[in-house]
């Protein structure tokens, strides 16, 4: 049985409980979200064709440590960077190394930024020069299931209607639903309850409430949604080698539907592609 409970009175680990948070909380996740966002902005100038992920990540960190934030991948469970890179058939967590950045390319960039205890978790698709239309469009297909994913979010409906919204444009745009990762709980933890689906039915999952705080970041593929990890235990990648792309909010349910915690100050929630 899923139990809720107020934020302040929480134990600082997952225990499989839903929190609430309340206007500190809600405060909170809007500083540490545009820190994240203003950063994500910044990069958007970065990502060209001879760029490596290891500068992109450099940048991560020091934009961080500028502004008082600590990234949250950086020795989380062994990982040793301040972001993750995901390039062309990557699914999530790509690890930045020295290979450059090609024309042609996509790649997702995913910060979360720690402030005052806060987690600000975002991630956005970014096009590598001139690509093709097929990766423009899956591009694009993929934010839209963000956006409705998001549009899903109202108290008393469940979650399960998050993942049928993106489900349901997804395959009807023929493409692909990863299943094997998922959106989570977030706020002063990094991973929290609840598990977020991006897939399923508008009666499954758990009652949306007021005060809860999660992030949707859909993983579509042109091709079959089956992904492997490879041997360094982070990197997943399409089994098809078909191309994948995600975006990624923090959102908190309010009274009367949610609040998108990450969106760019700039306008650049969907960088390189067309207004």
Not at 89 to 104: A, M, S
Not at 147 to 171: D, L
Request: charge should be negative; glycine fraction near 10%.
């Amino acid at each position: 049985m899923v139990t809720y409970l107020e934020a302040d009175s929480a134990p600082m680990r997952n225990t499989g409980q839903i929190r609430l948070y309340g206007e500190e909380g809600f405060e909170g996740m809007r500083r540490a979200s545009n820190l994240t966002a203003r950063c994500l902005d910044e990069l958007a100038s970065r990502v060209v064709p001879g760029v490596t992920t290891n500068e992109i990540d450099r940048f991560v960190f020091e934009f961080g440590m500028d502004n008082g934030a600590i990234p949250a991948t950086l020795n989380y469970r062994g990982y040793t960077k301040s972001t993750c890179t995901s390039i062309n058939h990557v699914v999530c967590h790509g690890i930045p190394d020295d290979k450059p950045l090609r024309d042609g390319d996509i790649v997702n960039i995913d910060v979360t930024y720690i402030l005052d205890g806060w987690h600000g978790d975002s991630s956005r698709m970014y096009p590598v020069g001139t690509i093709k239309r097929a990766a423009e469009r899956l591009l694009e297909v993929t934010h839209e299931c963000l956006m409705r994913g998001i549009a899903a979010v109202k108290p008393g409906a469940r979650t399960g209607a998050i993942g049928a919204a993106i489900q349901s444009y997804a395959e009807g745009e023929r493409c692909s639903v990863v299943r094997d990762f998922c959106g989570h709980g977030v706020g002063q933890l990094f991973h929290d309850a609840p598990n977020i689906l991006h897939y399923g039915s508008v009666n499954e999952g758990v009652e949306m409430r007021p005060g809860m705080i999660f992030t949707i970041e859909p993983m579509i593929n042109l091709g079959r949604p089956h992904v492997k990890v490879l041997s360094d235990g982070w990197t997943a990648v399409t089994r098809d080698r078909s191309l994948s792309a995600q975006y990624e909010h923090s959102i908190g349910v309010t009274e009367t539907g949610c609040e998108i915690f990450t969106l760019s100050p700039a306008g650049l929630d969907r960088p390189g592609l067309p207004a």
